[in-house]
């Protein structure tokens, strides 16, 4: 098969599919955008650079700060911003500077968040529109059937009714799977973020 006879098939494919298969293009369109911003968002390398990491590793109680800081501001991140928010409070007790860090890392892990509620969006509507395509196909089908029956007219309304619902479902499966990698990735670096901010408040808050 020619690359041509392929396109055509493909774009036959989603010109039978009726007017339900142009809003599950869209969508495939945003899901697709989404998957890729997030992938890169999320990378560990944006999220919790290895050299902040280290410089609060080989920090020792009594050392300053002032490593720590300088990778912290080469490297913006989530977890820079975490650890300048513990910085910034050091002349507050232990328990409200962790009171503050927590609702510093409840903002930067909304915002690793963001752009998820497009997955879960194409994960519920896929389906139901391509439910909403299979309705319509089955519809002409019927009305062609009052009509005399056209045999091209009935097999348009089937090509309608089965191409949006694998449409429906080639949206809807990505999103799912990509929707439940990422929240459990989010998790993963949720974990290791707090596990650095409690290293750092360990080290900076000597026991008396």
């Given amino acids: 098969m020619t690359s041509q006879t392929t396109l055509s098939t493909i ?3 989603f010109e039978r599919g009726g007017p339900f298969m142009v809003l599950l293009v869209l969508l495939s369109i945003a899901t697709l955008a989404a998957i890729l911003l997030r992938a890169w968002r999320l990378r560990e390398s944006a999220i919790i650079p290895r050299q902040v990491v280290e410089a609060v590793d080989a920090l020792r109680p009594g050392h300053t700060l002032q ?7 080469q490297h913006p991140s989530a977890i820079s911003m975490i650890l300048s928010t513990l910085i910034s409070h050091l002349n507050w007790s232990k328990s409200e500077n962790l009171e503050a860090v927590q609702t510093c890392a409840r ?5 690793m968040e963001k752009g998820l509620v497009i997955l ?3 994960t519920g ?4 529109l391509g439910l909403l395509g299979t309705l319509s196909g089955l ?3 019927f009305a062609t059937l009052g009509n005399n029956g056209d045999p091209v007219a009935v097999a348009r309304g089937i090509s309608e009714a089965l191409n949006t619902t694998i449409a429906g479902l080639a949206v809807a499966v990505p999103s799912l799977i990509a929707h439940s990698y990422f929240q459990r990735r989010i998790e993963m670096l ?3 973020m707090e596990s ?3 290293s750092l408040l360990a080290k900076i808050y000597q026991p008396q």
Avoid: C, N, R, Y
């Fill in 125 to 128: 509507t896929g389906p139901l």
């Fill in 11 to 13: 774009a036959d494919f």
């Fill in 120 to 122: 879960e969006i194409a």
């Fill in 67 to 73: 490593a720590l800081q300088k990778e912290m501001e």
């Fill in 196 to 198: 650095i901010a409690a």
């Fill in 139 to 141: 519809v002409s089908i």
């Fill in 190 to 192: 949720a974990v290791q």
């Fill in 107 to 111: 903002h930067e892990i909304a915002h």
